[in-house]
């Protein structure tokens, strides 16, 4: 007998609100609207257009024959590559029990909120999956607001305000620098003063560099240098290195909070068991001393670095108000000097002005709102990615010296993209 009945599924209700990742989603409708026959300008995801370096790939290639299931925490010779890493970067010490890897450091995140115990303090605009992931798992989330007039970058004396209505409560700050969806970074300076306060009130940080290399002068400073008993550094292959789709992540935990790791590999050997070991092996070449990677390094942040200036230098030609790029691929736009003029077209919202410019150019670009601002907010992330690196890196001139010349044949999609934002934006 067949019987019919269907059970009977009660949804988590703490998915109630949420969808698919926004970064995903347009990517996904990118996809199909050129699969009709479109021309799209892929601006919205995030995603290194530069290929893998040539060691890391042959290091791929010379270990596909890896199969066995490694160690929760990571294989133990990339886990003593990363620990070197980490001490000639930032001079801090660190015992490969204090590292874990994982299947993408976004995975890793989502471990961390759910074996941490606290509420959870996100300054926005942040990474669309930093408040779903903390919404999913039910942890109370303070999303602390920054302004434009602070260059998007949350203060002192913002942490100070919150930290003193309750001193004893449990936090985990996440910050991210160069910021995405911002392109800002913070400085020393910056850096020192929050690490004061954060020390002050026995706030863990999530730092989250996994854009540091990407930092355009080439001096990338970490919060770890300031408050490293209490920092838990994030970083990965996906953006310095183009191996988004490699899923590789690393966290660094402080030693007096080992206890972290071990939760998280406890979780780890119950959800995804190990990170591949093909690719942990490749990661060995990514992480070690090599002047063939770091030039590869400097020259993908220069391409992204005189990119990101020509983009906002015509962004800014407009009444467009936009902070120039310091890392990353991203800029953050703000439209609202059109805002009575995007009103006589019916459009009130960031999501209904992304949506229309998506349809009427083919530029695909996010709404301010899935970052946090309110839809009312007339801001954006601009994703400089659209071209193909693997060329852009081909033809590198020897002198160094990338002219608008040089972006226009080699990056020409993205310059492209942004000329028709501006003539979309004039026309209106």
Not at 53 to 65: E, F, I, R, S, W
Request: glycine share 8%; with cysteine; aromatic share 10%.
């Amino acid at each position: 007998m067949i019987y019919h009945n269907s059970p009977i599924v009660h949804l988590n209700p703490n998915l109630g609100g949420l969808s698919t990742s926004a970064t995903i989603a347009i990517q996904q409708l990118c996809r199909k609207m050129q699969s009709e026959g479109h021309n799209i300008y892929k601006l919205g995801l995030g995603q290194s257009p530069f290929p893998v370096p040539d060691p890391v790939v042959k290091a791929l290639q010379q270990n596909a024959h890896q199969k066995d299931y490694l160690a929760v925490k990571g294989l133990e010779e990339l886990r003593l590559t990363l620990a070197e890493n980490h001490r000639r970067t930032f001079d801090v010490e660190c015992d490969i029990e204090d590292i874990i890897v994982g299947p993408g450091s976004k995975e890793l995140m989502f471990i961390l909120q759910l074996v941490y115990d606290g509420e959870i303090l996100i300054p926005m605009p942040a990474w669309v999956s930093y408040y779903p992931q903390a919404r999913i798992i039910g942890r109370p989330v303070n999303r602390i607001m920054t302004e434009r007039e602070n260059n998007w970058k949350i203060t002192a004396e913002q942490i100070e305000t919150i930290c003193r209505l309750d001193p004893s409560r449990n936090r985990l700050l996440i910050l991210n620098y160069p910021s995405n969806p911002t392109g800002q970074t913070y400085t020393a300076e910056e850096l020192e003063e929050l690490a004061a306060v954060l020390a002050k009130y026995k706030v863990l940080v999530l730092s989250d560099e996994i854009y540091g290399r990407m930092t355009f002068s080439g001096e990338h400073t970490s919060i770890v240098s300031f408050y490293p008993k209490g920092t838990i550094f994030s970083g990965g292959l996906s953006k310095w290195c183009g191996a988004g789709g490699w899923r590789f992540g690393i966290f660094i935990v402080p030693e007096a909070m080992r206890w972290i790791t071990d939760a998280m590999a406890t979780v780890a050997s119950e959800t995804f068991t190990s990170t591949s070991a093909p690719i942990q092996y490749a990661a060995v070449a990514a992480f070690q001393d090599n002047p063939e990677i770091d030039s590869y390094v400097e020259k993908c942040r220069a391409i992204l670095a005189a990119l990101g200036g020509a983009v906002g230098t015509t962004l800014q030609k407009t009444e467009v108000e936009v902070l120039p790029a310091q890392g990353g691929f991203y800029v953050f736009p703000d439209f609202s000097n059109y805002a009575e003029r995007l009103e006589n077209r019916g459009i009130f919202a960031s999501s209904q002005f992304c949506d229309t410019l998506l349809q009427e150019t083919g530029v695909a670009i996010l709404p301010g709102s899935d970052f946090g601002r309110s839809q009312d907010d007339l801001t954006a992330r601009l994703a400089f990615v659209d071209f193909d690196g693997a060329e852009a890196l081909r033809n590198y001139p020897a002198d160094g010296q990338l002219d608008m010349g040089y972006l226009q044949r080699y990056c020409g999609k993205t310059i492209d993209a942004v000329d028709k934002i501006v003539g979309w934006l004039e026309a209106l």
